[in-house]
């Protein structure tokens, strides 16, 4: 019962990297204390490690309508209707982390229908798991449901854009067999930050 | 973004409870230090909750081929496929403990395909997840998988029953919308027990 | 093209089962006339049948907003959906004789859009539907719509438990392939009782 | 809870049909005793009604591999998966005339992987389920498999052909909201005939 | 990488066939310059092809209330769900020559929902969609919405017959290894006929 | 009946796009003879257009195991499943191109199992339709049978990163409802260049 690799594919060294690569690795150390697994599985292919971290930071570090938190909810519930470990899991953490809530990674990986998000939050994620279970589906009456929610159109771009690239991201996840870092299970649940909760 | 309530059906007064169930809620919390939420929901029907516990005990704490850990993954799992919140964040608390493994519940919560678990516990798993999600097609191919991945035929019953367990468990969990305690969400995530992980 | 036998798992001895046991299957040969499978392969397990019976009667006998029949329409509309044969055949039998109706049986299992049956009837199966073949989504929205036709909050939690309990009991005779005595398939087809239908 | 129409489209005046049509319908109620509402269902449109039991007599009464009693059994498979009442209870009780089986109908109606039926029928029936419900996935292996189970190729396209004309007919069922005639409920179901059972 | 044959069935010798058969065959070429497979794999089976064709004018010859472009889509939108090469390249190029729009083919193909059709189409292949692939939930209220969107009764009749016809053809097509003429796969691609679009 | 804008979304004004963007549509529309409408579309969003067509040309101009043609297949292949209007005509149209086969793009959008493509290119469109419609089921198995089937672990990239670049492109398209240009419809049909058929 001892662990798997970190991936079913073969990792670069990392002194053999492209020296962006090398500093963008060596910056989310700095900044996280440990590398994401992300980071090691795509270094193999360093054209798509850059296109990939371009595209997540382009939505991802986007200022826009959605908080830091909605995002990595869209990120966490399409991620876990694909089952995708690592995205889950990383993400789960960020959730907790922005959202400054030890439950909402894992409430909104199992349902997020009993998840303790706003009415608006829901709306986001019924339109982002429709895109991402079912894209053929989606359809101008759930813009107009995400507009009756409060968002704008760049706001749906956003949650659709967002949907889309970790569609692409879980793909990618399991055809590598992606682990995600020990670490991630355990970010962010400290009961400290919180919001109250009912006894 | 306040908490929801326990239970969307209303709780009886404890007080009010017949002894044997005030009994039973009066031992849980001794050992635990909490009174998980299903003694709470159950009790406003005392006959139910009779029937449902000696059931749970029946299999749950029947000695046979099954480690206190594998009949979890059997719950976690199967009721992962079921997006039930109550029975994946509290079994999975149970998971972690039993396991001694911090990482266990949320593995074969997200995609137990993916897990750190033995082959004969992926075989457990698959049968049982074929039972709980498409009972129609399980069959005599599916026991004769679990008999050659080592399972004796008690064995067989019990990972059927338990999911069947939990096949009623979880419908009962999201009729009554069913709030998992927040003790669960950090109940075993202490590092120490575990086995040791690839870094 | 001979017979199955009444279960892919071996049965007790009669003579061996606990006092309890044998009473509760010779008072079911008294009233019925035969002894109902499920108490044969129930009864390896003695707990097991202990806490199913009780479960078993905490809900199909309790007086409540339910007919006999309306509980009997819940367990056949969703033991067809699972195709299960021992509680489709058996509990078929039981709705023609609660209901007083040759043909309701054959009418739910096969398609309960097109049944013989009140309005009220249809929502209540449409919930008892949902709980059994996609639990994750049932939520308020379809509490609502039970009370809107005519159930009360209890009624609502009996549809649903009834429901539960044979999402257990379905996995149940699955896992040991439960066959249904032959006597259920002619129980209660006689004319005599039924309405009058158009011709 | 009075019965429904025979359809919900409007049915043609006996008298006012063509002789052909007129003659077919006196012939089956000859034969049967009534006449099935399927003949009077499809007489609102004599030309579909004559190519529809041309191509019925094509196949049912076609000399081939296949005995009277494994058509019906296709027939009765395969509207059961689309949930078909008038296909599953009219075939239903052809299936038990034909096999002289009072149980058969509605073994294979609920569940044909726990049918009383010789191995070579349920790789019939396999077959002919899988072209019904996903006939993009049928293929040269489907067709291999019958053949391994005995069939001749003339007999690969009467199982698929027969699905293919139910496939048909369960939709002009369901479009329809046929009705299936009182009598087929009861029609085969006396002991008489049938083989010997398990107690 | 050379082509498959026109069907897994052997096809009969053309001038053994009976004479009727061999008219219409030698009718559809003198008008069509070729002779479209369909013919030749259903002429192993007189009595079949005879029903199949008298079904196939019945419905598609048909004066009524639905065009002959409309008919067409019904046919490519339900081929194209069930994936079926055959009938998607044949009425799909029928599609493009009816409407005299070299682009509607491949549209409704791939996905009805964005192709340049009438709100009534839509309306209409929805309905067809739901017949062809969940026959068993087609019910009163989409017939209703059918008539709500300007449909007559027996227009719905022809729009749920044309979909139960093609479900029966999609599975010959499957069980024969159909293949498309290549003919079929260029006509009415002209640009000439057809309506402005948008540059 | 006139045709749909290109996207629901609002497209910028070419003379106000960044000059890289202005350079990158400028050469394609050098090349094509056209501006694909994705350009268009993208370009809304300058960081998220660099970074979708830096992820294209990494995969799609990458020297590999996979010739041009059979990334193309994997596009139209996965894409169709997705129902994809864009991706599915665009891509179709390439696919023709590259494999010089005027019937291929249908071919492989309508049913990849009946398509005249080799043995090596059917089992990677089946690993890239299971990543693509079930992503969770993916797994060294699949891995296996690809390394079996000829490719290696650099094609096995390659195959699942191009799916996964498409389940991005598609959620994009069907959230822009972006149509594709009418040119693309008829590239390629011209018999010339492709190999020789069957009559």
């Given at each position: 019962m ?6 079913s594919?073969?990792?670069?060294a ?19 204390g ?14 798509e490690?850059?296109a ?5 930071d ?16 869209i ?9 995708c ?16 809530d030890?439950?909402l ?6 349902n997020?229908r ?13 339109a ?5 279970t ?13 507009l ?13 854009a ?5 569609a692409?991201?879980?793909r ?25 909760r009912?006894?």
């Amino acid at each position: 019962m001892s662990g798997r690799p970190i991936s079913s594919f073969e990792l670069p060294a990392l002194e053999s990297l492209p020296g962006d690569l090398k500093e963008r690795i060596a910056a989310v150390q700095a900044k996280t204390g440990f590398v994401p697994n992300v980071f090691l599985v795509m270094a193999r292919r360093p054209d798509e490690f850059r296109a990939f971290f371009a595209y997540y930071d382009a939505l991802m570090l986007r200022q826009g309508g959605l908080s830091k938190a909605e995002k990595e909810m869209i990120v966490v519930a399409t991620s876990a209707a694909n089952q995708c470990p690592y995205c889950v899991v990383a993400h789960g953490a960020l959730l907790r982390l922005f959202a400054k809530d030890p439950l909402l990674g894992d409430q909104v990986a199992v349902n997020h229908r009993q998840a303790d998000i706003a009415p608006r939050q829901r709306a986001m994620l019924e339109a982002a798991l429709k895109l991402a279970t079912a894209p053929q589906t989606f359809g101008e009456e759930d813009v107009q449901q995400l507009l009756a929610a409060g968002f704008s159109r760049e706001d749906v771009w956003d949650i659709g854009a967002i949907t889309a690239l970790f569609a692409l991201s879980n793909r990618l996840a399991h055809l590598s067999e992606m682990r995600p870092n020990d670490e991630f299970y355990t970010l962010g649940r400290d009961r400290g930050a919180g919001p109250p909760r009912p006894s």
